[in-house]
């Protein structure tokens, strides 16, 4: 915050988050109360302990955001803590949902599939639910952590700005220009895969990850055919699949000559590493 001026900005982010720490908190206690009363809790109970500690632990680092400008968060360690607590939170919300939507639709499926004894279900699945989904929220948790832990090698500390920034640690930006076959010297293959396998990748499977979630794709006990979206799935996955090999293909020139030409492709590079060969010794004679 800044020293001697008021900002009614930075003071109205203190309300907020003030605010929702406390909130929030008090949720937890009142789970925690209802635990210890009743000593059971639903799946809703942990979805509502899950958010809360979520959300205390993002409004407490915007709390660092808005007192430490320029003081807590600019350091060797602050810098990189701070990105990785920030990505944590990135990742552990779809994570956590995911997970929970998982067991949620497993208990509903076992719920249906055996609808001639109620009682039975009831007794049976509050244990088991509880127990699947601490290890589900666990797995969230973790996978969230680990896929963030780059974050804070990748993160470092501008002395003379005060200022965190990203280390230059990936190479593949100053490699984009090899890309063309005209600047490619031999090595780029890897990154024409990476990147020609990511793009089509990410264009396939975004849709045919909503398709799958959203509309109807399978086939009801009385309907004659399948729904239009499955076929929209096999074209977009079938998509993808014919991608893959032939993105392996076209980035891959020792396997393409192996299987196109043979003996007369390894003739042709030898020859070549012979003609490179006799070139550099003209060279070096002249010298």
Not at 57 to 80: H, N
Not at 100 to 113: G, Q
Not at 235 to 244: F, G, P, W
Not at 254 to 281: E, N, P, S
Request: aromatic share 12%; hydrophobic share 50%; net charge positive.
């Amino acid at each position: 915050m800044a020293k001697g001026k008021f900002n009614r900005f930075e003071f109205y982010q203190f309300v907020m988050t003030m605010l929702s720490l406390t909130l929030n908190i008090v949720t937890v206690l009142l789970v925690a109360r209802k635990f210890r009363i009743k000593r059971m809790l639903r799946q809703y109970d942990y979805l509502v302990v899950y958010v809360s500690m979520t959300a205390i632990v993002a409004a407490s680092t915007g709390m660092l955001s808005l007192f430490g400008r320029g003081v807590w968060l600019t350091g060797d360690l602050a810098c990189p803590t701070t990105a990785f607590i920030s990505m944590v939170l990135i990742n552990v919300f779809p994570a956590g949902v995911l997970a929970l939507n998982y067991d949620r639709m497993k208990s509903l499926l076992r719920m249906s599939s055996s609808s001639a004894h109620p009682d039975l279900i009831v007794s049976s699945s509050s244990v088991v639910t509880s127990t699947r989904v601490h290890f589900l929220l666990i797995f969230a948790w973790g996978i969230s952590i680990l896929t963030a832990i780059p974050h804070f090698f990748t993160t470092a500390y501008n002395a003379k700005k005060f200022e965190c920034y990203k280390a230059k640690l990936y190479k593949l930006r100053r490699m984009l220009p090899s890309m063309l076959k005209k600047n490619a010297d031999g090595t780029p293959h890897l990154l024409r895969f990476v990147c020609i396998n990511s793009i089509a990748f990410v264009v396939t499977w975004l849709p045919f990850g909503v398709i799958l979630t959203v509309y109807e794709h399978v086939r009801s006990l009385d309907a004659d055919n399948f729904p239009m979206t499955n076929f929209s799935l096999w074209v977009i996955l079938s998509a993808y699949l014919v991608a893959l090999p032939l993105t392996i293909f076209g980035t891959t020139k020792d396997l393409t000559k192996r299987i196109f030409l043979g003996r007369r492709g390894r003739h042709a590079v030898g020859l070549g590493i012979v003609r490179q060969r006799r070139v550099t010794y003209l060279r070096e004679s002249r010298v």
